[in-house]
Antibody, heavy 119, light 106 residues
Framework: EVQLVESGGGLVQPGRSMKLSCAASGFTFNNYDMAWVCQAPKKGLEWVATISYDGSSTYYRDSVKGRFTISRDNAKSTLYLQMDSLRSEDTATYYC????????????WGQGVMVTVSS | DIQMTQSPASLSASLEEIVTITCKASQGIDDYLSWYQQKPGKSPQLLIYDATSLADGVPSRFSGSRSGTQYSLKISRPQVDDSGIYYCLQSYSTWTFGGGTKLELK
C-alpha cells in the first residue's frame, strides 16, 4: 500500500525557517518524481515545488523561488521541503504528492501537515 | 503561466441530477488535465486523469470530457457521499489548479 506521511510542521515566526519531511513507503520511491502542494486555510490548492526521481531537476512556483528548497533522500525514501524566510502568507497545510503518468498528475497524496507563520 | 478558470464556485444539486463542473484553460493543454475530490479535513483524491480516464476505484458515474480548451467533470446520479470540493489541475506547463467547486447534495 502506498503511503506518504508528512511531518515537521507547527508554529514558526515570520522570517524563520522550517523543514518538512515526507516519508514514503509501499512503492519504489526512486522511480517517481514528487511534489509539494499547499492549501491555505479555507482556500484552494496551490502547487509549490517539484523534484525529479533522481533529484537532478527541481521546479518552484514564483512566490517561493529563492526561499524554499525541495530535496530528497532516495536511500531513506524521504522527500523534504526546506522553507526559509517564512512569511505569514506561507501559512497552509502542505501535502506531499506522487506524480504518475506521462501527463504528470498526482495519484497519491499524504495526509498533510500544517505550517503556521505567526509572531 | 496557464490559468484555469473553474466554474461554478459552488452548486447544490439533487440526487437525480447530472452535475457538471467545468475548467477553461487559458491556452491549449493537450489533455494534461486531471480532476480531484477533496472532503473536509482530508487530502485530495484523484478522480480523472488525461482528461477522460477514470482512476482506479472511482465509480463510473464520474466522467471527464473536453471541448476545445474547456474541460468538464460530470457526475451522473450523484450520491450523498459525492459532496465535497472538486478541483481541476493542468500539468501541461508547471502545475495550476482551478479555484475549486464546492458541491452540496440535497
Amino acid at each position: 500500500e502506498v503511503q506518504l506521511v508528512e511531518s515537521g510542521g507547527g508554529l514558526v515566526q515570520p522570517g524563520r525557517s522550517m523543514k518538512l519531511s515526507c516519508a514514503a513507503s509501499g512503492f519504489t520511491f526512486n522511480n517517481y518524481d514528487m511534489a509539494w502542494v499547499c492549501q491555505a486555510p479555507k482556500k484552494g490548492l496551490e502547487w509549490v515545488a517539484t523534484i525529479s526521481y533522481d533529484g537532478s531537476s527541481t521546479y518552484y512556483r514564483d512566490s517561493v523561488k529563492g526561499r524554499f528548497t525541495i530535496s530528497r533522500d532516495n536511500a531513506k525514501s524521504t522527500l523534504y521541503l526546506q522553507m526559509d524566510s517564512l512569511r505569514s502568507e506561507d501559512t497552509a497545510t502542505y501535502y506531499c504528492a506522487r506524480f504518475e503518468g506521462i501527463t504528470y498528475y498526482f495519484d497519491y497524496w499524504g495526509q498533510g501537515v500544517m505550517v503556521t507563520v505567526s509572531s | 503561466d496557464i490559468q484555469m478558470t473553474q466554474s461554478p464556485a459552488s452548486l447544490s444539486a439533487s440526487l437525480e441530477e447530472i452535475v457538471t463542473i467545468t475548467c477553461k484553460a487559458s491556452q491549449g493543454i493537450d489533455d494534461y488535465l486531471s480532476w480531484y475530490q477533496q472532503k473536509p479535513g482530508k487530502s485530495p483524491q484523484l478522480l480523472i486523469y488525461d482528461a477522460t480516464s477514470l482512476a482506479d476505484g472511482v465509480p463510473s458515474r464520474f466522467s471527464g470530457s473536453r471541448s476545445g480548451t474547456q474541460y468538464s467533470l460530470k457526475i451522473s446520479r450523484p450520491q450523498v457521499d459525492d459532496s465535497g470540493i472538486y478541483y481541476c489541475l493542468q500539468s501541461y506547463s508547471t502545475w495550476t489548479f482551478g479555484g475549486g467547486t464546492k458541491l452540496e447534495l440535497k
